[in-house]
């Protein structure tokens, strides 16, 4: 995945994302189907995510507190080690595969 430098959080890109699939799966139906409520799809959509925010809330939530009780139970953390020098990560690093992609 390249990096490029955005002027929203990638997070707001992932939501357009969806956004897009779902306008496109959307345009499929319409050619199989007469008619669409977009109102009700709409409705659909807004209680879907406000469900899969909840639960997302609730699911980070218990980390935090697994996680506070984690590092109560161990007293003091020791520190975190330190970080390779670039020129020996570099020389232990295996060089990649190539790979070819399946059409």
Do not use: H, N, W
């Not at 390249?2 to 939501?15: D, H, I, L, N």
């Amino acid at each position: 995945m390249t990096e490029t430098k955005t002027k929203y959080p990638k997070a707001v890109y992932a939501a357009a994302g969806v956004g897009d699939i779902v306008v496109e799966q959307l345009r499929k139906l319409s050619d199989k189907a007469a008619t669409i409520d977009t109102a009700k799809v709409r409705e659909q959509v807004i209680a879907g995510t406000a469900v899969a925010t909840a639960k997302a809330e609730e699911v980070f939530t218990t980390l935090v507190t697994r996680g506070e009780r984690a590092f109560a139970s161990k007293g003091d953390v020791p520190p975190a080690p330190k970080p390779q020098e670039p020129e020996a990560a570099a020389k232990k690093a295996a060089p990649r595969k190539k790979t070819t992609a399946a059409a």
